[in-house]
């Protein structure tokens, strides 16, 4: 009886509790936005660094991977280094470079990458075929868009480009084999990729035998932090990074974001709560006569309370529900635009759906709807009965 | 005499006012038999209705005490207050106060929904209660659908739910006009005819004149007391 009388009293006043459904809705909206954002860029990186199962990544000293010019000398010898080390399963060194291709007399630039693609761990093969020779060189679509080449075509690529002279240095001629995708790539950014020994042949010689980063993947239920101190201990030139400490050092960069997203997370959740005590205030105030009558008539305190808050739990529910579509339908958009940002990777999703954050937050929005109601509806309840009526016959 | 239902001694009701306190009941002492009908008149601010609320359980006085079927009332927690009001006393107010989400039968049923009667068993009686009124038509009607004294006719079977044993009514005609207002002049008649206790507060004289015993009142006493002959 009282759920069908707290359905009937919230479609007593269809647009009132339509539009309170809406405002719940936005509130939660922004609620769920703010947790996704709170701790979506965190997981989604951490995601992304654990997609090709490397647990250990080995920088130049004091620099995090392709934040500098910077490179480690010696790359045989590191490898050699690394694979006495019985849980280390394989290692993939990487070298970052530019390239320059002229096109109808213009030079197309790109980051490029030299990686072994037996163990390479940057970018997924969408077409084509992978740099299975040294004359090869996969590309992004961005690249291949600027260049306007496809599968197949044969490019004069250099590594050295003088825009005074218009003069390349380090040319070879390469097959465009493949169309990649760069897995931490940034968006717009032109990229390639081609065997490591193809592109120490193309750069000078003291820019050969140097890696900008190392990849290291373990031995299945090997511990990162353990391989990762002896890293540090035998190799006291590199800054070993393992997935635990790049975290670490994301969660300092994004600190921003999170205390962005817990003030507005906590600014909606007082909006909805708000938002929910004011419409059972004034509906409770509207009813008065009402709620003294049923207590004359012998409806008790307790369930007149539960009548009001049921319709404070549904409003609640409903505005969470459609607030759950509007969120994601939100952050959806508004990863799009931030995907954007220079400099981060693609693959890096600000939003990110977590079932369970969303859920608590949700829950917690739909708990503040049910406080919201309680005291309002108490208050109400425990007027004195002879007096509410004595007031509502008078008004 | 008869069973006494209503039992009040020297009660006494203040109610403050700023800095002053308003005496509404100055010493009532009252006895109400089982199977009366008695209309309480005065002039408007005698405090008839504050009597009517002390004896419906739904004020406390600030002295003396008040007993319904023996009981005494006066000193009863809300929630003893609120179970005995659903068992024991049906409520009839001017303003026919039914609930407008509700239909006929749905507002008849709350009160026995309210005391855990059987889902079948109160719309059964729900329905029995409209066709005494009258109103076995109008089951399933909103009260924005029925006219101001079918409505009261409503609110009055919705009193009779759960077989109270005493009948109160606050101005139950002060809304309706003459020919309605006759309607439930006769049909409380009839319910207390049928045995109902009936306690009504009125400025209605063909209301006060229907009933078997007339208490006047005059600020805040009882200064009349006529059973019809």
């Known amino acids: 009886m009282r759920i069908s009388l707290a359905w009937a009293s919230l479609i007593r006043h269809r647009s009132r509790t339509l539009l309170a459904v809406l405002g719940v809705a936005i509130a939660a909206a922004m609620l769920l936005d703010m947790v996704m954002l709170a701790s979506g860029m965190r997981e989604s990186f951490r995601e992304l660094l654990m997609s090709r199962g490397f647990e250990v990544r080995l920088a130049p000293k004091g620099t995090l991977p392709f934040d500098t010019d910077a490179s480690i000398p010696n790359v045989n010898a590191v490898i050699a280094t690394l694979r006495a080390n019985p849980d280390i399963e394989a290692i993939s060194p990487v070298m970052g470079a530019s390239i320059h291709v002229p096109v109808n007399g213009r030079n197309v630039s790109s980051a490029t990458l030299g990686i072994d693609p037996s163990v390479q761990g940057d970018y997924e093969l969408l077409e084509g075929a992978d740099v299975k020779d040294g004359d090869a060189l996969v590309a992004n679509d961005h690249l291949l868009g600027e260049l306007g080449a496809r599968i197949g075509d044969t490019l004069d690529v250099a590594t050295g480009y003088d825009p005074q002279t218009r003069s390349y240095t380090g040319q070879r001629k390469l097959v465009l084999s493949g169309r990649v995708r760069f897995i931490y790539g940034a968006a717009q950014q032109p990229a390639s990729a081609m065997q490591r020994e193809t592109l120490e042949s193309m750069v000078e010689p003291e820019r050969r035998n140097r890696a900008s980063l190392f990849m290291v993947r373990l031995q299945k239920g090997s511990d990162s932090e353990a391989v990762r101190s002896w890293i540090a201990e035998q190799l006291p030139n590199v800054t070993a990074i393992s997935i635990a400490t790049a975290i670490a050092q994301v969660d300092q960069r994004l600190s921003y974001f999170r205390q962005l997203a817990f003030i507005l997370g906590a600014v909606s959740l007082f909006v909805g709560f708000l938002l929910v005590t004011t419409l059972v205030t004034v509906s409770v105030n509207e009813r008065s006569g009402e709620i003294a009558v049923m207590r004359a008539i012998g409806v008790s305190r307790a369930h007149v309370v539960q009548q009001i808050v049921v319709e404070g739990v549904a409003i609640s529910a409903a505005g969470a529900l459609v607030g759950l579509g509007l969120g994601l339908v939100t952050a959806r958009y508004l990863n799009t635009i931030l995907s954007a940002f220079p400099g981060l990777p693609m693959a890096i999703d600000f939003f990110l759906f977590q079932p369970r954050a969303a859920w608590s937050a949700l829950g917690l929005l739909v708990a503040s709807g049910i406080a919201a109601g309680i005291y309002p509806a108490w208050r109400a309840a425990s007027l004195p009965i002879a007096e509410s009526l004595r007031r509502d016959a008078i008004a | ?229």
């Open chain 2, 1 to 229: 005499m008869s069973r006494v239902v209503v039992a009040l001694k020297d009660v006494k009701r203040d109610y403050p006012l700023g800095r002053e306190s308003v005496h509404a009941l100055q010493g009532v002492t009252l006895e109400i038999a089982a199977g009366d009908y008695v209309a309480i008149v005065g002039p408007s601010g005698c405090g008839k209705s504050t009597l009517l609320n002390l004896i419906g359980v739904i004020d406390k006085p600030t002295a003396g005490t008040v007993s319904i079927e023996g009981k005494r009332v006066d000193g009863m927690s809300d929630r003893e207050a609120t179970t005995f009001r659903l068992r024991t006393i049906g409520f009839v107010f001017q303003r026919f106060y039914l609930l407008p989400i509700l239909s006929a039968v749905e507002n008849v049923s709350l009160p026995m929904a309210e005391a855990r009667v059987p889902a079948a068993e109160r719309a059964e009686r729900a329905a029995k209660l409209l066709e005494y009124v009258g109103l076995s038509e109008r089951l399933n009607h909103r009260p924005s659908e029925l006219s101001g004294g079918e409505q009261q006719r409503v609110a009055i079977a919705r009193a009779l739910a759960n077989k109270p044993s005493l009948l109160l009514a606050d101005e139950p005609t002060g809304e309706l006009d003459a020919h309605t207002g006759a309607e439930i002049i006769s049909l409380f008649r009839r319910l207390n005819d049928d045995g109902t206790t009936i306690v009504v507060v009125t400025h209605d004289e063909e209301l006060a004149t229907a009933a078997r015993r007339q208490i006047h009142m005059r600020d805040g006493r009882i200064v009349g007391d006529a059973f019809e002959i």
